[in-house]
Structure formats: C-alpha cells, structure tokens
C-alpha cells in the first residue's frame, strides 16, 4: 500500500511539473516559420506582459485601409535584454514589422523585426 501511494503522489508530482512545458506553444504550430509578410502602420497598442508582447498595428493590407493586426513578440525580458524599452514603440508611432504569418489566416502573426519608419 506504501509503494502504490508513493508511486501516484510521484506520478502527480511529474504531470504537475510538465504541465507548463504543454502550456506553452510551439512557435511552428501557430505561425508558418516559412513565410514571411512585411507590414507597415500606426501602433494602436503595445502591451508588455507575460508571456510575450503584444503589438497592435493599423495596416493597409493589400489596398484596404483599416486593416487591424495583431503580432505577438517575444518575452518582456527577452526584449529588455535586446535594448528594447517599454516605450520603445508608442502608441501613434509608424512601424515596419517583418513576421511570420497565422497559420489559419488570421491577422496575427509572429514579430521577428520591428523599425520605426517614416511614412
């Protein structure tokens, strides 16, 4: 009876630990890390929590105006460490952004490079 309770609170004990390895995405399952879109606009939001940052973008995309996006960055300290500050893009700004595309269409996508631009 000793060896089954210590198995099973093992057994809990592993699964607890896995589960925010499964939490957490893989970055090919969502974005096409094969493609890759270029798209210029006026952040409209940037919000710098865990577990990535996210940016707001108002794009022309193929011709139409108005187009919102959405592109996820990496982790706040991740880009603390890559010189980038909380207000290193601010609300207003016009920004170039090189990402990797949904992988269901959807507009989001996976920041790999963001530049302050003129228009």
Known sequence: MMKIKFLLIAGI????????????????AVYDTRQSIMMKGTVTKIVWNNPHVQLYLQAMDKGTPDSSWEF????????????FKIDTFRRGDYVVVTAYPARDGSRLGYASKIALSSH
Do not use: D
């Not at 699964?15 to 893989?26: E, Q, S, T």
């Not at 996820?72 to 010189?83: D, K, Q, R, Y």
């Open 13 to 28: 004990g592993i699964f607890a630990a896995a589960v925010p390895i499964l939490a957490h995405h893989a970055l090919a």
């Open 72 to 83: 996820e960055l990496g982790s706040p300290n991740l880009l603390t460490l890559n010189g």
